[in-house]
């Protein structure tokens, strides 16, 4: 019994010390890691809230590194709702998806909510703004109600919880690695840490 109490502790202090030298290094890994759908690719998926000030501050510093990253990764860009009142926004950035239009939506959408502080909250307000971006209002309110959307809703939330995501923004690169400011230290710091963690995983 004695043998065995001790080897329970050797694993857990074993795991602990895994776990720290993780989060020291800027990073948590993920108990539960994705198979990778193709060995030549890295992923790094962002999750993301138009809400969220802490996300609209780092949009410029993922923005500079999505504009030089390595040709072997796939930057994506997710948007679950992981709070209800979210959701609204999570139809719009889907919508703004589906139609082809993500590029002309995406930063004039964050500005106005935190630029501009205009209460776009609902799928009627955000269809409107859609509008004066010279979109069709109409059409951008019946993708964000549309089953297409709703569908991708559904396999972001299923997404993130496999991920263990509980807070945005947060960074997952090629499932297996989670990183955030609040992990990292820092906006810059995880930039870094995904840089280390794309060039480690094209490597193994």
């Not at 989060?23 to 790094?44: F, H, I, S, T």
């Not at 923005?63 to 709070?83: G, H, M, Q, T, Y």
């Not at 690695?177 to 060039?199: C, D, F, H, K, M």
Request: aromatic share 10%; with cysteine.
């Amino acid at each position: 019994m004695k043998k065995l109490i001790h080897s329970l502790l050797v694993v857990l202090l074993s795991f602990s010390f895994v776990s720290v030298a993780s989060a020291a290094g800027g990073y948590e890994e993920l108990p539960n890691p994705k198979m990778r759908a193709n060995a030549d690719r890295v992923e790094v998926v962002e999750y993301f809230w138009f809400g969220c000030p802490h996300c609209f501050a780092f949009e410029p510093t993922i923005n500079k590194w999505a504009e030089s990253k390595p040709e072997f990764v796939d930057f994506i860009r997710e948007a679950p709702p992981l709070n209800p009142g979210w959701k609204p926004h999570s139809q719009a950035f889907y919508a703004a998806e589906l139609l082809g239009v993500t590029d002309q939506f995406f930063e004039p959408l964050f500005n106005a909510i935190h630029k501009d502080k205009k209460r776009l909250n609902t799928p009627k307000s955000i269809a409107k703004f859609a509008g004066t971006l010279g979109l069709d209002a109409e059409k951008f309110l019946k993708t964000m109600n549309s089953f297409a959307v709703d569908a991708k809703i559904r396999k972001a939330m299923e997404q993130a919880r496999h991920d263990g995501i509980n807070s945005v923004p947060s960074i997952v690169v090629n499932g297996k690695y989670r990183t955030s400011g609040s992990i990292a230290g820092s906006n810059q710091r995880v930039i870094e840490v995904i840089q280390e963690l794309t060039e480690k995983e094209r490597d193994s």
